[in-house]
T-cell receptor, first 112, second 112 residues
Framework: DTGVSQDPRHKITKRGQNVTFRCDPI?????LYWYRQTLGQGPEFLTY????????KSRLLSDRFSAERPKGSFSTLEIQRTEQGDSAMYLC??????????FGSGTRLTVV | TQLLKQSPQFLSIQEGENLTVYCNSS?????LQWYRQEPGEGPVLLVT?????EVKKLKRLTFQFGDARKDSSLHITAAQTGDTGLYLC????????????FGKGTLLTVNP
């Protein structure tokens, strides 16, 4: 297993455009998480899936953000009508138990 | 409100020196994790501590969880240039057994 894979690694988009990121977790991990990290800060929790069920969404996730995990495998995070404040590193992680996260390399989003 | 405060924020030392970084909180955590993150990459899990007073060693790294499970420290002996990176602590607390709260990190630079 090659770990948690995220695609794309980098995305530059114009303000107002929609973007979608993909995360492929470690295959035997049933828990999947999205975090966002801005410069000089630690990662902040966005949302959590157990299998295909989205069990928690942070209030950081405005209605412009939506995440899915169809069939409990890969996950997508979509941001509609991007704003400059959305510029950040979007990190996906997976785990089997409640600790021992494996993070992906992240998607760096720049909104211009 | 920053639940986890890491200190120092920045640390620059020479190869071969010892160092300690701290992670403090007024909240009790059921477990605490330490990660190392390199520029442009996701955090990599170093250790998870669960029991108050617990000490774990990973080669030249020693991790300690406070007796009250509110604070932790990471000590590195004989630092090497490969230890350079952002050290993040993250805690699990409250009713959630999966959501990590991260500190802002300590950016360590080990100079040759």
């Amino acid at each position: 297993d090659t770990g948690v894979s995220q695609d794309p690694r980098h995305k530059i988009t114009k303000r107002g455009q929609n973007v979608t990121f993909r995360c492929d977790p470690i295959s035997e991990h049933n828990r999947l998480y999205w975090y966002r990290q801005t410069l000089g800060q630690g990662p902040e929790f966005l949302t959590y899936f157990q299998n295909e069920a989205q069990l928690e969404k942070s209030r950081l996730l405005s209605d412009r953000f939506s995440a899915e995990r169809p069939k409990g495998s890969f996950s997508t995070l979509e941001i509609q009508r991007t704003e400059q404040g959305d510029s950040a590193m979007y990190l996906c992680a997976s785990s089997q138990a409640y600790y021992g996260y494996t993070f992906g390399s992240g998607t760096r989003l720049t909104v211009v | 409100t920053q639940l986890l405060k890491q200190s120092p924020q920045f640390l620059s030392i020479q190869e071969g020196e010892n160092l300690t970084v701290y992670c403090n909180s007024s909240s009790v955590f059921s477990s605490l994790q330490w990660y190392r993150q390199e520029p442009g990459e996701g955090p990599v899990l170093l250790v998870t501590v669960v029991t108050g007073g617990e000490v774990k060693k990973l080669k030249r790294l020693t991790f300690q969880f406070g007796d009250a499970r509110k604070d932790s420290s990471l000590h590195i002996t004989a630092a090497q240039t490969g230890d350079t990176g952002l050290y993040l602590c993250a805690g699990v607390s409250g009713g959630s057994n999966y959501k990590l709260t991260f500190g802002k990190g300590t950016l360590l630079t080990v100079n040759p």
